[in-house]
């Protein structure tokens, strides 16, 4: 009589017939078996708790952009974008200065964060040892992890107490310090994925190391850096706690850079908290429009880095 | 036994220290450590000099050397002297870009550009100020023919030299050091990483060029070493042990531990 295999414990009658290397090595099949279906167990659960995870990641955008379309989509109109705000108890009315503001005030951000925030970043991957490096990366980590209302309080204090009165370049400035650390590690971090391999190629044509850091190594990471610049912009283009104290915000048309803008964060903000159902429709459009620009910024960013993996020619 | 001095004394050591690049009793430190002790050979004109020796022995050390590569790692020193064409290379007025246009160098890792094949071979020309295009053209025609390129990239010139097969990118990285019209060029293991088909090809562009110019390669095949070169020298453990013609190399070396590395005994 022989035991039909993985049903019978070793303790079975049958078994002690058996010569006694083959029981217990029928006895270590079977705990192999066993471990291997723990095993398996343990694995399918794990792989459960994975997705489930990732889903409850995105749950949240999703919630997110259903709610934003449901609320905000019946109020989004062509006249939404070039309509200006209508005055209470007017029927319609758009966010046309507040969708140009933004991007005035992003492209003058750009303007001053870009440039020192790539600049930071090429010096940081260039000379990553030198003091003043060490001390600038702690500090733009610590920059980056400054609360922008913060920063709202302090170009308010030393710009627009100065000059007189809320303004474009206050919330400018506000907007381009909060670019730079982004811009600063991000490019630091492209700049050294580019190969020790290049750099020496350069340099052994002839190239001084400038010149080798301006061209070769600046132009091969620039995909990267570009996709790094784009995520720095999408992030700022939703801050609305530094506009408070510096832009302030404008019923009316104005892209005069000494005047206060408005801007869509802000907009949203004081039509949110208004007491008039229609502007808080209005809101709701304006935070899918906001969230929609920024979508198409990282999709234009995740675009950028696909063509890096390229490496494509000129 | 010898004894763990400088290279070969005697009568031969005079006459070698002539040439386009001649090393003077060069040694080489990493922070406190010595990995190159009182070097001292020259390369003839127009010859290749093949660089042998089992790994950390110092040979791609030396190589840098001629070229200042080594000047990019922190804390290093030398002593002794090396020199082009008669001038020392460490000399004040001597910089680092004007000695590297002139001692072109090829790597192990072929590393274009990411740029298309004609910008690779015009990038040292034209960061030397020719800008003019039909000047530029003949340049890079020129360097492709010399690096036996030509036929297989000049319909072609615009597109990625990333899309290139490894040789063909070897090649390439040859041809742009040669448009810099360099009088030696310096190679470091540049077909260790090919098949034996592009191995051959880069062998034989190497016959062709020493009719032009000097070449010192290092490498790790010792039947490529004896296919190539006129002289090779062998380095051991940072020293230089032996240095002779070739073919006196791998049939009768004067030294013991020569002889144990090239019949493979060693290294």
Known sequence: MTSVPGSAPPTSPAGRHKPHATRSQRAAAERTMRTLRRRRLINRVMVGVMYLAALLAILPLILILFHLVREGASSLSLDFFIRMPAPVGEAGGGMANAIVGTLVLVGLASAIGLPVGIGAGLYLAEHRRSRLALVTRFLSDVLNGLPSIVMGIFAWQFLVRPMGGFSAYSAGVALGAMMIPLVTRSTEEMIRLVPVSLREAALALGFSRARTSLTIVLRTALPGIVTGSLVAVARIAGETAPLLFTAFGNQFWSIALDEPIDALPLRIFYYATSPYDDWRALAWAGALVLIGIVLVISIIARYATRARHGLGGD | ?267
């Not at chain 2, 020259?42 to 040979?59: D, F, M, N, Q, Y």
């Not at chain 2, 960061?127 to 003949?138: F, K, P, V, W």
């Not at chain 2, 899309?163 to 041809?175: D, K, P, Y």
């Not at chain 2, 190399?249 to 013991?256: D, G, Q, V």
Request: proline letters at 4%; aromatic letters at 8%.
């Open chain 2, 1 to 267: 036994m010898s004894q763990p001095t400088s290279a070969q004394p005697g009568g031969d050591a005079r006459t070698e220290l002539r040439g386009s690049v001649v090393a003077d009793r060069y040694s080489f430190w990493y922070g406190p450590k010595q990995v190159l002790h009182e070097i001292s050979l020259g390369v003839e004109e127009r010859s290749v000099l093949a660089l042998i020796g089992p790994s950390g022995c110092g040979k791609s050390t030396f190589l840098r050397s001629i070229n200042r590569m080594n000047d990019l790692i922190p804390r290093i020193s030398h002593s002794g002297d090396i020199r082009l064409m008669g001038e020392t290379i460490f000399a004040g007025g001597m910089d680092t870009v004007s000695l590297r246009q002139r001692v072109g160098m090829v790597f192990q890792r072929w590393n274009p550009f990411p740029k298309s094949i004609y910008d690779n071979v015009a990038y040292g020309p034209r960061i030397n100020g020719q800008r003019d295009r039909t000047e530029l053209d003949g340049i890079v025609e020129s360097a492709l023919r010399r690096a036996a390129l030509w036929d297989e990239v000049k319909d072609r010139l615009r597109q990625t030299a990333l899309g290139l097969s490894g040789g063909q990118q070897q090649r390439l990285c040859i041809a742009r050091a040669l448009a810099n019209q360099p009088e030696v060029l310096l190679l470091d293991e540049p077909a260790s990483a090919l098949d034996p088909i592009a191995t051959q090809r880069i062998e034989e562009l190497l016959y062709q060029l020493k009719e032009e110019l000097t070449i010192i390669i290092v490498t790790h095949n010792l039947q490529q070493a004896a296919r190539v070169s006129d002289r090779t020298a062998f380095f051991y453990m940072g020293r230089l042990v032996e240095v002779d013609l070739t073919e006196r190399i791998f049939t009768s070396p004067r030294e013991e531990r020569t002889e144990a590395y090239i019949t493979g005994r060693f290294g």
